[in-house]
């Protein structure tokens, strides 16, 4: 049962703000978003050699890993993690207990399946021994979080590639601006597993090293994480961060990829920026998908110049978290949403020379960050793009 609309004056309802009521992460930078923000402070993380000889010849890439946990390939780490971010979002947002237990779940990742012990659900031995999966990864951390929660909300799952999380965030601040609930929670989970280094490795698409909009790029390095935000209908003008605006589409260019050209991504950015009464000009910075691949960075310098006459600041995230894939429109927003609040636009570890053809130069150092409009880039396999636009108030 959905919640009654929301009223913010004793007449009829208005359309609510929405603002980010509570966070929790565990990434690469650390775990909890305290953590995770003093240590992105300090500069570049570095990725870990994960070494795999269950898939015929031994391969090693690097991964961005949440430190101090168990090993990479050991069952059920994926509880622990979920479990830990998703309840430091919700003890930061002041809820209840019976609005935690109605919450909304909105669930982002890219992943199938997480590991069959993940969940402590018996699984029928004769479809695990031939390595079927009877339960999806939404379904699984659905599990997880309810069961955490003492949950029987409503639940949505989002898999749409690498912008899964971020749509989940804005499926869910669209349902609270039209009163349909008043508190949702959005959780973005990647971790690491051995169809997806494959898959990457295969399609030869993994580097050494990140190094976003860089004349050396060669490509993307994965990371794991998990992120969950906690939003809540306010007014307006409450202090935080608030989801101000968004949008998605589709571009069928390449299933691996959008147009170079950036010519459907700016119209998606032109036409959410109208929609919002935004100006581009309006725009104090931009966190960039950033992903370090040669077209990739290509298309998204292209959109940035068609939409901007002269570019704001540009970060990009994934040289702290790695490609967290499906979760990180969650997890690299719990970054941004933890580094505005400080006053700090983030710092770009990995470039070091500008590229003439893209004519885009990140953030060498963080700078200082004023309250006002930023805008939120994640692209992904597919095609699909999605667009986010938020405020910092203080």
């Known amino acids: 049962m959905r919640d009654a609309p929301v009223k913010w004056s004793s007449g009829s309802p208005v359309k609510p703000g929405v603002i980010v009521r509570g966070m929790g992460l565990s990434c690469a930078l650390g775990i909890g978003v305290e953590a995770s923000f003093r240590r992105l402070q300090q500069g570049a993380v570095a990725p870990i050699p994960w070494t795999i000889s269950t898939l015929g010849d031994t391969f090693t890439a ?4 949440v430190p101090g946990t168990p090993p990479l390939d050991m069952p059920g780490r994926a509880v ?6 998703v309840r430091e979002a919700v003890d930061s947002s002041g809820l209840t207990q019976s609005e935690i237990a109605a919450l909304p779940l909105f669930i982002g990742t890219s992943a199938f399946s997480l590991d069959r012990d993940a969940t402590r659900v018996n699984i029928d031995e004769s479809t695990a021994a031939i390595g079927v999966q009877p339960v ?34 804005l499926s869910a601040a669209r349902m609270i601006e039209l009163g349909w ?8 989970v990647e971790l690491a597993n051995l169809a997806t280094i494959a898959g990457f490795s ?12 860089d004349r050396n790029r060669q490509g993307i390095v994965l990371g794991e994480g998990v992120g969950a935000v906690l939003l809540s209908a306010a007014p307006r003008n409450h202090v935080g961060m608030h989801i101000r605006a968004g949008g998605t589409n589709i571009d069928t260019y390449r299933v691996t990829m ?7 991504i700016a119209e ?14 309006e725009i104090l910075g931009i966190k960039a998908h950033g992903t370090g691949s040669p077209m990739n960075d290509s298309g998204e310098a292209a959109v940035i110049h068609r939409v901007f006459s002269t570019p704001p600041p540009v970060c990009a995230l994934k040289s702290y978290l790695g490609h967290t894939l499906g979760a990180c429109g969650v997890n690299e927003l719990v970054v941004m949403a933890a580094a505005l609040r400080a006053g700090v636009f983030p710092a770009t570890p990995g470039f070091d020379e500008v590229d003439p053809e893209l004519n885009i130069e990140p953030t060498r150092e963080s700078l200082v960050a004023s309250d006002g409009l930023y805008l939120l880039n994640y692209f992904g396999f597919g095609g699909h793009n999605t667009v986010m636009i938020v405020e910092q108030r203080s």
């Not at 295969?202 to 909009?213: D, G, R, T």
């Not at 959008?258 to 459907?264: A, F, I, L, Q």
């Open 62 to 65: 690097p991964v961005y890993a």
């Open 80 to 85: 622990a993690l979920i479990e830990g971010a």
């Open 136 to 169: 999806i990864a939404h379904q699984q951390i659905t599990l997880i979080v309810q069961r955490l929660l003492g949950n029987s909300g409503q639940s949505f799952a989002f898999q749409t590639a690498c912008t899964s999380s971020a749509n989940a965030v």
């Open 181 to 188: 609930y008043q508190h949702a929670l959005v959780v973005g």
């Open 202 to 213: 295969s399609l030869q698409l993994i580097a050494a090293e990140l190094k976003p909009f």
């Open 258 to 264: 959008s147009n170079p050209d950036g010519v459907t």
């Open 268 to 281: 998606l950015q032109r036409h959410v920026l109208q929609r919002s009464g935004i100006d581009a000009s």
